[in-house]
């Protein structure tokens, strides 16, 4: 269970006390996660999610709650802060920042069908057109500057295929970061794994865990969710729900010609990031008890398997 500070029964009456929730009925920490700690908490008013903030900078945090907010207005079932009895939405609890957030309908999907894919396109798209023209800005923690630094340090290590694709990758991040490619920007939300997102049936009842969101290249962002959503057993792409995912975001928002030229190495460039925090993570907690640890393994394989991209993004009708 991914719980780093844990919570008492005492402890989280206490802190509910400053809301007008009723009183607790139950609570349990959340698996899953691997940079904070969740806990589910029943109330007599209903169900809610309490995350204390265990990484990252907390003088982001008020962009967050702001995130999360401008998103829930525009009509998208996002986990907003709920504000106390004075109407703060940040709190302390155990020395770590605090959030409380309605728990979201529905559930994860294991096995994704291409229906469920259009539908993470579409929401995706929603969020790019909700954030594009607003004064929401961050700067992501995980950014070029921080992939060029990490893929330097893991290619001085690395050795035969894995050191040339890594190389490979290098240049294509330097490259981008000379001169910029002139991509659609908006706040991405950046980690839209199927753990983050809730169905009921086929409708995507939720998305939750913005801590990694910033602003940034909205291809970006579709690149990191066809890497999860979109993937055969051998971690290539499947195409029906590929196209699927592209359709569903392409129908709300078109994709420019510079976004067709940059997609195979945009792919590429989102596996790496993930493949990069898996290896800190497994160096960092590997063996510590209570923390999940999720492999890099399978995210070398994705790099190794976009080595060729055949699937295009769709062309605007």
């Known amino acids: 269970m991914s719980v780093f500070t844990e919570v008492s029964q005492a402890q989280l009456e ?20 691997s940079e904070n700690s969740n806990f589910f908490v029943s109330c007599s008013s209903g169900e809610y999610v309490l995350t204390l903030v265990e990484r990252g900078d907390n ?13 829930h207005q525009a009509g998208l079932s996002v986990p907003y802060a709920i504000a106390d009895r004075q109407g703060c939405c940040l ?3 155990n020395g770590k920042p605090a959030l409380l957030q309605p728990r979201l309908p529905g559930r994860h999907v294991e096995q994704p069908d291409p229906a469920h894919c ?25 950014g070029l500057e921080w992939m060029l630094s990490e893929t330097r340090q893991q290619l001085a290590v690395s050795r035969g295929p894995q050191a040339d694709l890594l190389d490979s990758l290098l240049c294509t991040l330097a490259a981008w970061q000379r001169e910029d490619p002139g991509l659609p920007r908006a706040v991405l939300h950046a980690d839209l794994f199927r753990d983050n997102v809730m169905f009921d049936g086929h409708h995507l009842s939720g998305v939750i865990d913005f801590y990694n969101a910033a602003s940034g290249w909205t291809l970006y962002d579709v690149a990191i969710a066809v890497n999860d959503w979109c993937l055969s057993d051998d ?37 790496l990031r ?44």
């Open 14 to 33: 206490t802190f509910l006390q400053g809301y007008e929730l009723g009183r607790l009925v139950a609570f349990s920490g959340i698996a899953g996660g």
């Open 59 to 71: 003088a982001a945090l008020p962009f967050f709650v702001e995130l999360l907010e401008c998103l």
């Open 91 to 93: 709190q302390q609890l």
């Open 118 to 142: 259009e539908a993470v396109g579409r929401w995706l798209a929603k969020l790019h057109n909700a954030t594009a023209q607003t004064p929401l800005a961050r700067p992501s923690e995980r």
């Open 235 to 271: 971690a290539s792409l499947e195409a029906r729900r590929t196209q699927a995912l592209l359709a569903g975001y392409a129908s709300l928002r078109h994709f420019t010609a510079a976004e067709h030229e940059c997609w195979p190495d945009m792919l590429r460039i989102a596996a």
């Open 274 to 317: 993930f493949w990069l925090s898996r290896q800190l993570a497994a160096q960092q907690h590997s063996g510590q008890r209570g923390v999940l640890v999720k492999d890099p393994a399978h995210f070398m394989q994705l790099l190794q398997q976009h080595r060729n991209v055949t699937l295009g993004l769709p062309l605007a009708l």
